[in-house]
């Protein structure tokens, strides 16, 4: 059977297109700083059946609303972790990576049936590179393969009208995972305006428009989801707080390769102006929408690269092979070893393998994840009367510990823009130790302290100072404790000078 599995390079170009994407998902981490939060609320939505209105995880902010918008996606997240685990969810990643890349291999292939296998490979890797950094199990990865699949039905509304019909499914279902939900009704503005020039059936996009717009209010929250987009947009502690809400910079390697795929996109429709002496204006509306909206900020990097290739897949320069050659049609074992290869790799990379760490995570799993301090906040026996619940954290491990130390509360998590400016400008103080004695630290009555090896060592030295001790250090951070709880010794009534 091995002897007789002699692919065409076509079919291996094919391959390439979503096999290194899905190998690029196992090898990379899973940041927990978005991931484990999320996990834990679609964990209290399947026990409770009820999705949270308020917080109930720290103390700073204990009972305000919360608007849970993604609650569809933890939901989908928690059910493959009960069933399968860590790996269960980096196989669950790497299968929505592949179904993005296949979808969008799919797009170039209708949008430009007669383009060799290998331009439409490197097309859909192209997206792949620029887009990588969007590409954590999160609740956004679910909405860009919902963006992939719509892209394919307007690419083939020629042919099929009536699939246009699924989008509003789409969009149903993209308002209870993911807040980038209007995006879909970008695409179909878009999408009516370029039937109205073409004289097309835009009857037909119009009124899927009309209908996916309402079906975005088919959710818990009814008309509050929309005011909760605007609000998370207009947030200016998240463009401030999150790095990948703040423009792509030349001097970060994603904004790098996002100014060089502008660039490359730019010198393609001047190369396109030059042959035709026009550009359709929807192709060119999609590129500026899209480009800027990833210029601005760089979650719009999820969405940049799956726009400009739908673009210009479709508009590309006769200079380029229409069809595969010979040689790519020629059969070879080669191909077929190459293929198998990458498959045998990609068994390999899964978690299932791996030894686990102090958590019971599979070591390179996670990123943002002190599996040490994790377990050891968990066992802490809390029957001491003086140990309060409560435990101050970095913000980027809050909800991480959230997750695996679940009978503390915490001071901040991932839910950044739930947080107003005070609780922030509270935990920078601490945070950068500019007291000797937090003063916050003694306002929340908080118990235990956790610090990070690499950013925290004022903190920790404002700690020393103030009464407190290492119960815990490892190579990623310590936690601390106040001297009356853990050594018997009555810790300083005020702040030492």
């Known amino acids: 059977m091995a002897a007789r599995f002699r692919p065409t390079l076509a079919a291996l170009w094919t391959f390439l297109a979503i096999a290194l994407p ?65 790996s269960g969810l980096a196989i669950l990643r790497a299968g929505l990576v592949a179904l993005a890349f296949g979808l969008l291999l799919l797009v170039v292939r209708r949008r430009n049936p007669g383009l060799a296998a290998r331009w439409q490979a490197l097309f859909v890797l192209g997206a792949f590179v620029v887009a990588a950094p969007a590409l954590a199990l999160r609740p956004q990865l679910f909405a860009i393969v919902l963006f992939a699949a719509t892209l394919l039905i307007l690419a083939d509304r020629r042919a099929h009208p009536r699939r246009l019909w699924l989008i509003p499914i789409l969009t149903l279902a993209w308002a209870n995972l993911h807040g980038s939900f209007p995006l879909v009704l970008v695409v ?31 959710n818990p929250f009814g008309l509050d989801v929309w005011d909760y987009v605007v609000r998370l947009a207009t947030n200016p502690t998240i463009g401030s707080r999150v790095s990948e809400w703040r423009p792509p910079s030349l001097t970060d390697p994603a904004g790098i390769v996002f100014w060089v795929s502008v660039v490359a996109v730019a010198l393609a429709v001047a190369a396109l102006w030059r042959q035709r002496r026009s550009f359709p204006i929807p192709a060119l509306l999609t590129l500026v929408a899209f480009g800027a909206l990833a210029a601005l900020t760089g979650r719009g990097l999820a969405w940049w690269p799956f726009a400009a290739v739908f673009v210009l897949s479709g508009l590309l320069p006769a200079s380029l092979p229409a069809r595969s050659t010979a040689f790519e049609q020629r059969p070879s074992a080669l191909n077929g070893v190459l293929m198998g290869v990458l498959v045998l790799a990609g068994v390999a990379l899964l978690p299932f393998w791996r030894p686990t760490g102090p958590a019971g995570v599979p070591l390179g799993t996670l990123s943002y994840a002190p ?127």
Do not use: K
């Open 22 to 86: 899905t190998l690029a998902a196992l090898l990379a981490p899973m940041p927990a700083v978005d991931l484990a939060y999320q996990l834990r609320a679609g964990g209290e939505i399947l026990n409770s059946g009820a999705i949270p209105t308020v917080d109930t995880w720290t103390y700073t902010i204990a009972g305000s609303a919360w608007t849970d918008q993604q609650w569809g996606a933890q939901v989908l997240l928690a059910i493959a972790y009960r069933a399968a685990g860590w």
């Open 188 to 218: 179909l503005g878009i999408a009516v305006l370029g039937d109205l020039l073409d004289r097309g059936e835009w009857r037909i996009s119009l009124t899927v428009s009309l209908v996916s717009a309402l079906a975005t209010l088919l």
């Open 371 to 497: 599996q040490g301090i994790a377990s050891h906040l968990a066992q802490i026996d809390t029957s001491f009367t003086s140990i309060g619940p409560r435990v101050w954290a970095p913000q980027h491990w809050g909800s991480w510990l959230e997750l695996e130390a679940p009978h503390y509360t915490y001071a901040v998590d991932s839910r950044i823009e739930l947080f107003p400016a005070s609780v922030w400008a509270e935990y920078d103080a601490v945070e950068t130790g500019t007291t000797a004695c937090p003063a916050a630290l003694g306002r929340y009555d908080v118990a235990l302290v956790v610090t990070e090896a690499e950013t925290d060592a004022a903190l920790e030295t404002a700690l020393s100072r103030a009464g407190w001790a290492r119960v815990f250090t490892d190579a990623d951070g310590s936690i601390w404790g106040r001297l009356g709880d853990w050594l018997g010794l009555t810790a300083p009534a005020a702040c030492p000078p």
